[in-house]
C-alpha cells in the first residue's frame, strides 16, 4: 500500500534546522493494521503527515500503490488523496453542524447530490454505531461518540487507508478499547488499511499487525508487535514495552532478566522449577500481562544472580522451555 524510501523532512526554525524525519524506509502492506510508536517529539506524526503529503519531504519518496506521491501531477496527487482518510486527537468536527452534516461534508465537497449525501452518511452512522445522534451537535456529544463521528467522516469517501494520528489520545482508557475495537471491525469489514500514530504501547498491542519504533526522526527497528514485545532491540522500544508504564510496577535499578510468557509456556511452572534448579531465591523486580492479537502474553523481571554460572543454568532451562528471555543491564549513570 505505501513504500517509503529515504522519506526525509527537515523544518527550519529560529534556532536553526530539526530533522523530524530521517531517511525513513518502511512498507505497509494493503489491508494491514501498521502502528508508528514514539515518545513526543519522535516524529511520527509529521511522518503520518508525509504520507498523503500534507507535508511534503525534503527528500525521498513515498508510493502510494504504484504512484510516487512526491512526483505526482496535482490531479494525481487530488485522485490518491481521496483514498487516504484521516483522523484526529482533537477530532475536528465542524461545531455549527450536526452530526449528519459533518459526515456529508466530505461528500459535498466531492460534488455527491444531497440525498444520496444523507443516505451515505446514515450508513455510516450505523457502522460506527450512532444512529440516535444524527441530529446532535459535537457540544452534545462525548469524546467517544466525537471519534466515531471524525470516522465515519472520514469513511465517507470510501477510503483505501485511515490514517489515525493519536486518534485515542484525548479518550479515558474504556472508551479508548472500544474505538480500537471499532477501527479493528473497519479494517476486518470494510478492508481498510489503518496507520495508527501513538505514544501508548498498550494501544499498539491490542490492534495492530506489525509496528515502527522512532525515536528522533529515526525508525530505530520494525516487526510484528509480539516481535517487538518478545525481543525489543532499540532503547527506545525496551522502554516503551517495559512495565514502568504501569503504577505498580517500577523500573528496575539493577541488572535483570526479563522472561517473556506466551499463551502456552504461561502454564509452565518456570519460576519454581529455575529456584530448584539453581538453589537459591529469585528476587522478583515486577510482571505484567499483555493481550497481543487475541493472544495471552506476559514478562517476569527476575534479579539478575551475581553468580554467572546461575545465570547461564536459568538461560540453559528457559531455553529448553522455549521461553524468551534476555539478560537487562542497567547502566549507572
Known amino acids: 500500500m505505501f513504500t517509503l524510501e529515504n522519506v526525509t523532512k527537515v523544518f527550519e526554525t529560529k534556532e536553526g534546522s530539526i530533522t523530524a524525519a530521517d531517511h525513513v524506509n518502511l512498507e505497509i502492506a494493503d489491508g494491514e493494521i501498521f502502528g508508528i510508536i514514539g515518545f513526543s517529539g519522535a516524529g511520527k506524526s509529521t511522518l503520518v503527515r508525509c504520507l498523503n503529503l500534507l507535508e511534503r519531504p525534503n527528500e525521498g519518496h513515498i508510493w502510494f500503490k504504484d504512484i510516487d506521491l512526491t512526483t505526482a501531477s496535482q490531479k494525481q496527487l487530488r485522485e490518491a488523496r481521496r483514498s487516504i482518510g484521516m483522523i484526529f486527537q482533537q477530532f475536528n468536527l465542524l461545531s455549527q453542524r450536526n452530526v449528519i452534516d459533518n459526515i456529508c461534508y466530505p461528500l459535498e465537497i466531492s460534488g455527491v447530490d444531497k440525498k444520496s449525501a444523507k443516505e451515505k452518511a446514515r450508513e455510516l452512522l450505523r457502522i460506527v454505531d450512532l444512529q440516535d445522534k444524527e441530529h446532535a451537535y459535537p457540544s452534545q456529544l462525548s469524546g467517544g461518540q466525537k471519534q466515531r463521528v471524525a470516522i465515519a467522516r472520514a469513511l465517507a469517501t470510501d477510503p483505501k487507508v485511515l490514517l489515525c494520528d493519536e486518534a485515542t489520545s484525548a479518550l479515558d482508557p474504556l472508551t479508548t478499547r472500544n474505538i480500537l475495537d ?30 515502527a519504533v522512532m525515536s528522533d526522526g ?11 514485545f518478545t525481543n525489543p532491540r532499540s532503547e527506545t522500544a525496551r522502554k ?23 499463551g502456552q509456556s504461561s502454564y509452565e511452572p518456570v519460576l519454581s522449577q529455575l529456584i530448584l534448579a539453581t538453589h ?41 522451555k522455549n521461553v524468551v528471555c534476555e539478560i537487562v543491564e542497567i547502566k549507572e549513570q
Open 280 to 320: 537459591m531465591e529469585l528476587n522478583i523486580l515486577g510482571a505484567g500481562t499483555e493481550d497481543i492479537g487475541g493472544s495471552a502474553y506476559g514478562q517476569l523481571l527476575i534479579e539478575k544472580p551475581a553468580d554467572e554460572e546461575k545465570v547461564g543454568i536459568i538461560k540453559d532451562i528457559l531455553k529448553q
Open 240 to 262: 516503551l514495552v517495559m512495565p514502568e508504564r504501569t503504577s505498580d510496577v517500577r523500573t528496575p535499578t539493577r541488572d535483570y532478566i526479563r522472561i517473556v510468557f506466551d
Open 218 to 228: 529515526i525508525v530505530e527497528e520494525s516487526g510484528t508487535v509480539r516481535e517487538i
Open 182 to 211: 471499532l477501527l479493528k471491525n473497519i479494517n476486518r469489514e470494510m478492508g481498510v488499511t489503518i496507520v495508527i500514530i501513538t505514544h501508548e504501547m498498550r494501544v499498539v498491542e491490542q490492534i495492530c499487525d506489525r509496528v
